[in-house]
């Protein structure tokens, strides 16, 4: 009696999402495209409109933000009901004259692309929230450039054309570079120019693998869905997967590429932080796992042991680097940076779990990771500075904002009961069973390194006597939506994570096929070209 | 109703109480304890009405999918046996009464809301271990307690030996989990299931799979939850939370799981695995016991005594086994020897312990917040049920014959290490004489005597929600040894499983555990005196004295490491990540652009504004190529 009710509840709603994703698909595909113009639209009117009051420039802001949201968690709903069989649902493809190109523009969502678009319209929200509460000065354009920075969010992860895909990507990343550089911290023009260089040079690699890829494929159009079907020799499969792996593994801060993120992300204002942090810098991990491991898999076995080794780097070495941190911005940065290690290493290990793993664990680590820069931001604005040292018992005045925060830094180093524990779970699992199962030892050692880094910032911030000059009371409840709704999502996901395994592991079974997943070729020597 | 909804009620009742406080009751203390309280009561009953009918004794397991990651499958579920019903009685027995103490003890904290959310976590967390199914699950749950653990034990947040104690319990908690998670790993790839009953299965068909190192890991977990050595420094420190905290958490239930996984489990260990696990269980039993003697907090004294009695409860596990498998007798029956000793000696213990720390609330209550038993006295004439109850609880730890609980459950372990190892027999013998000597220490010195300070002076019995617990606890610290006490469904594991001994040895062991006991009782009181000032063998014997209170250094080790070692390695690597990687490869590689950055200059003004003015022409011809006006315009 008790377990029937809610399971026809659910099974009700069910029936009315398929039905809906039935009735209308061409209105779900349109929405695809809403997602995307809907904030561009938004940043355009702010744009010409000139001088604006201010309720309703923090309106078009507001909509622009929420508006995505919604449009990417319906969309999570349809898909969930309906049965895909790893083809891409929502798709919209227009001819844009550039056929000959073999360009389309060409949109829709699988298994594997789903939870990366939802992550990028909840952490859309939550910055968009903070953003429009923040008193920055120039709020219009803050606003302009953070809504350039959703719309292509929604469109990287909605992207079935590569060069879109590629495209929507530089659009998002080009107003980060000015976020920094006009309302970031202190050195905030250095660090522009920095990660500008950096993060520009990355995708330039990118795009040669990407267009390489294209060429050898002798694919009919350049999209995921048709380059599926071609075939890259195997010699050149090394090539092209090294520029893929260099160029998405800058933007993902592989090891030893690395060192743009931390100071990026401290510097960054909040929102822009959380964005880059939360999503954009998935784009390289997600670009992986749609393309290079799929089309590649030679290419991906001949650089394995290079890679694992890198992984290894971000665990183990940027563990110890978090550890030495006084910054608590710098220590996120840090910990991000970390938690990239686990994402690669589920690669490493080649198999559905592994894969489908590491796709949960982007997932789960975008919104805490999100979560803890929001958080940081208003530790900092509370306590006038982020240094840990002069930092402390804050607890006491804010135990909401303690609260918050503790939660958000135990779902980080991977907490049962949060959306982070199922990723790091998974991926433990396959690296145990990988061709180097030793990894998984030294790889473990990164849950005891997070806890010690995590558990000193929440020690030094929160608890003991209280030190320095606390100005504005407990966390707003302007700041604490935003935070609330990062922190559910992640609690949501973590008592129920079939609601981003089922996608995953359904995207990954149809994409990898069979065979792929088991090729291991474990060459000795690290390849670098072959 | 079936049996699988009566057992999620029991789960997630205190799960709803705690989503309800954190919700509605941060600022309203008496919700919050109403809400936690009832879950606690609702726990009570719904495990009574399991114990007293709807259960029947059989082993009963239900599951369902949790997730699926290819050919990664977890599922969650019940399994309810013998073992885990004990478990659940304790758990739901021992919680509900330190609830009630704890309305009566935290009535004047500051941050009830918080203390009663964390408090109902626990119960759900530690629920979920006993009741689980599968190692993916006990894990979840297993971390989950580390996590109330930490929240409880920082609760004075204003203190920093909270603060290092909640983060060193969870980062010890981690070492062990660490090692823990490799073995359930292993296993699972081993016999591609986590299912304690399958697991149980696949191990008795293909016994050669189980691996000594698979056990070893898997006891990993065990070090750091139930605090064996070299894991045990949390446990002392994390007397720095509440004290129902201490007497719940790091007395009765959650440090005993780690000796309730080893049953749920112990088909997953070899002979040689079994022969070290017993091992860790006498050095840390002996160990302990010897430190007790130079702490002169009470709560202190009684966490070490804690660290000596799980001790106990692992080499009982591991002797206990051992016996079994070389036993003649009915070879079913003597498999569960180990989980015979060490469970029935964690039940006694639950309730004795959780006695102890609880009497220890209610005189810290009393004397304002004064632990240091030398400045206490004479606290028989201003509380005498405490006292009475504090004796009882003495009384049954030191394992006094026929009148004590814990005489019956030590004695058992004894036996199953008299015949199977004469060190390890003379070793756990040695520590119950010591048990019994440290104990009189405390009571004599605290209670008998005269009051020595102003605090103890005006000491006054505590309101009836502390003293009732007490009473109850009191009964069953004294008959917990005896059947009749137990729920009939619960009798089969207590009776049945528990090794005893037969005609000599049952003999020698009466003797034993009277001597041991009596002696050092006498022992205690003749050294110690009633209501000493000083500590005599600090006095008489400064080096023996000052042997236990160094504890062999662990302490002084781990900081050494973490100071010299992990911390100037973390330096060292961040130095090395700024000057080598950041500083020369980046900023070279980064000069080299800013020359070419010098000539593209002149192409732009360096204004922002312009930049997004550019960015927006992009924009706009993006617009226009996406709808195709381009193109139209191109032709």
């Known amino acids: 009696m008790t377990t029937q009710m809610p399971i026809a509840f659910l099974g009700g709603i069910g029936e009315f999402l398929q039905s809906a994703g039935a009735a209308s698909p061409v209105l779900n595909a349109y929405l695809v495209i809403f997602a995307i113009a809907i904030p561009l639209t938004m940043a355009i009117a702010l744009t010409v409109s000139g001088k604006l009051p201010d309720p309703a420039v923090k309106f078009c802001g507001l909509a622009g933000f929420i508006i995505p949201g919604l449009i990417s968690i319906w969309l999570a709903a349809i898909y969930a009901a309906g049965n895909h069989d790893g083809a891409y649902a929502f798709q919209v493809v227009r001819d844009l004259g550039l056929e000959r190109f073999g360009i389309r523009l060409h949109l829709g969502l699988n298994g594997i ?74 050195g905030r023009k250095a660090v522009a120019l920095e990660v500008t260089i950096y993060l520009t040079f990355g995708a330039m690699i990118t795009l040669a693998g990407l267009i390489a890829l294209y060429v050898f494929s002798g694919a009919e159009h350049f999209n995921m869905a048709a380059l599926r079907i071609g075939l890259v020799e195997a010699p050149v499969q090394g090539t092209i997967f090294g520029l893929l792996l260099i160029g998405f593994g800058v933007l993902v801060s592989l090891f030893p590429f690395h060192t743009w993120a931390p100071r990026a992300y401290s510097t960054a204002p909040a929102p822009a932080a959380m964005l880059h942090a939360g999503v954009l810098k998935k784009f390289g991990l997600y670009g992986l796992i749609q393309l290079a491991y799929p089309l590649l898999p030679q290419g991906a076995a001949d650089w394995a042991p290079l890679l694992m080794w890198l992984a290894l780097g971000n665990l183990i070495l940027i563990g110890f680097v978090t550890m030495a941190q006084r910054d608590l911005k710098v220590m996120l940065g840090n910990a991000s940076v970390m938690h990239m290690g686990y994402a690669f290493l589920g690669l490493y290990a080649f198999s559905t779990v592994g894969i489908g793993a590491a796709i949960m664990m982007l997932f789960a680590h975008g919104l805490s990771v999100a979560l803890l820069f929001l958080l940081a931001d208003v530790v900092e604005k509370r306590g006038g500075t982020a240094d840990m040292k002069d930092l402390g018992g804050m607890g006491q005045k804010a135990p909401v904002l303690m609260g918050l925060f503790t939660a958000a830094m135990l779902a980080s180093i991977g907490l049962p009961g949060f959306a982070n524990f199922w990723g790091e779970l998974g991926i433990f699992v396959s690296l145990f069973n990988s061709d180097t199962p030793w990894v998984l030892y030294v790889a473990l050692c990164g849950i005891i390194i997070s806890a010690v880094y995590g558990l000193r910032a929440v020690a030094s911030v929160f608890f003991g006597e209280t030190k320095g000059e606390f100005q504005g009371g407990d966390i707003k409840t302007s700041e604490k939506v935003p935070a609330l709704l990062l922190l559910i999502a992640l609690f949501v996901i973590g008592i129920w994570p079939r609601l981003v395994a089922d996608p995953a592991n359904e995207g990954v079974e149809h994409t990898f096929p069979a065979q792929t997943l088991t090729v291991t070729l474990p060459s000795t020597e690290i390849s670098m070209t072959k | 109703m079936e049996l699988g909804t009566v057992l999620s009620i029991i789960l997630l009742a205190p799960l709803v109480s705690a989503g309800l406080i954190w919700m509605f009751a941060r600022q309203r203390a008496a919700l919050a304890m109403t809400l936690s309280l009832g879950a606690a009561g609702v726990i009570l009953l719904c495990s009574g009405w399991l114990f007293f009918g709807l259960w029947d004794g059989a082993s009963y397991e239900v599951s369902t999918e949790w997730l699926t990651l290819g050919s990664f499958k977890l599922s969650v579920g019940f399994l309810l046996n013998d073992l885990s019903a004990l478990m659940l009685f304790i758990v739901a027995f021992v919680g509900f009464w330190i609830h009630l103490f704890s309305v009566g003890y935290m009535n004047d904290d500051g941050a009830r809301g918080r203390f009663f959310g964390g408090l109902s976590i626990f119960m759900f967390s530690m629920l979920g271990i006993v009741l689980a199914d599968n190692l993916f699950m006990m894990f979840i749950f297993w971390e989950l307690v580390g996590f109330s653990s930490y929240m409880l034990i920082g609760h004075y947040l204003h203190t920093d030996e909270a603060a290092q104690a909640a983060k060193k319990a969870f980062i010890v908690n981690r070492v062990g989990d660490f090692g823990f998670l490799i073995g359930i790993i292993i296993t699972y790839w081993t016999f591609g299931t986590v299912s304690l009953t399958e697991l149980e299965q696949a191990a008795g068909i293909r016994p050669e799979a189980v691996t000594t190192l698979m056990g070893l890991l898997l006891f990993c977990g065990v070090l750091g939850k139930s605090a064996q050595m070299p894991l045990h420094v949390w446990l002392p420190d994390a007397m720095a939370g509440p004290t129902p905290i201490s007497a719940l958490i790091h007395a009765a239930t959650m440090v005993a799981a780690g000796v309730y996984f080893l049953g749920r489990s112990f088909f997953l260990f070899t002979e040689e695995a079994l022969h070290i696990v017993a091992w860790v269980g006498v050095v840390t039993a002996v160990s302990a016991a010897l430190w007790a003697f130079a702490q002169r907090d009470i709560k202190k004294i009684l966490a070490y005594s804690t660290l000596s009695q799980l001790g106990y409860m692992v080499a009982g596990f591991g002797l206990g086994t051992l016996y079994g498998l070389h036993h003649a007798g009915d070879a079913q029956t ?35 917040h004064e632990q240091d038993i030398f400045k206490m006295g004479g606290l028989y004439k201003t509380m005498p049920l405490t006292t009475l109850t504090f004796a009882a609880g003495v009384i049954a730890i030191a394992g006094v014959p026929f009148i004590a609980a814990g005489f019956f459950s030590k004695d058992a372990i004894l036996y199953v290490a008299k015949s199977t190892s004469a060190p390890a027999f003379y070793l756990l013998t040695g520590t119950a004489l010591l048990t019994a000597l440290y104990m009189g220490r405390l009571f004599f010195i605290a209670f008998l005597g005269k009051p020595k300070s102003k605090a103890a002076e005006k000491a006054h019995e505590s309101p009836w929600t502390i003293v009732l617990p007490l009473a109850v606890l009191a009964v069953f610290s004294i008959g917990g040894g005896y059947l009749i006490l137990y729920p009939p469904s619960l009798q089969v594991l207590i009776h049945d499983w528990v090794p005893h001994p037969h005609g000599a040895d049952h003999q020698l062991m009466i003797i034993i555990s009277a001597v041991a006991s009596i002696v050092g009782l006498v022992l205690a009181r003749v050294i110690y005196g009633a209501g000493a000032k000083t500590d005599k063998l600090e006095t008489t014997l400064p080096p023996v004295y000052a042997i236990s209170k160094s504890r062999f250094y662990f302490d002084e080790i781990y900081l050494l490491y973490i100071r010299k070692v992990q911390d100037r390695l973390a330096d060292i690597i961040g130095f090395l990540d700024t000057l080598v990687i950041s500083g020369v490869l980046v900023r070279g590689t980064a000069g080299a652009a800013g020359l070419l950055g010098i000539v593209a200059r002149r192409l732009h003004t360096g204004s922002v504004s312009t930049y997004v003015w550019w960015f927006f022409v992009g924009l706009v011809l993006f617009g226009a190529y996406a709808g195709g006006f381009l193109e139209g315009i191109l032709k």
């Open chain 1, 113 to 186: 692309a789903l939870p990366f678009y939802v992550l990028a319209g909840i952490v859309g929200m939550a910055a968009g929230l903070y953003a429009i509460q923040s008193g920055v000065e120039r709020l219009r354009l803050y606003l302009i450039l953070l809504l350039v920075m959703q719309g292509g969010l929604m469109g990287v992860f909605s992207s079935v054309d590569v060069l879109f895909f590629y495209f929507f990507h530089e659009f998002a990343l080009i107003p980060t570079f000015i976020l920094i550089a006009l309302w970031g911290r202190s």
């Open chain 2, 334 to 368: 003597a498999l569960y020897y180990g989980i015979g000793a060490s469970m029935f000696h964690l039940t006694t213990h639950a309730f004795f312990k959780a006695l102890l720390f609880l009497g220890s609330g209610s005189v810290i209550h009393a004397c304002h």
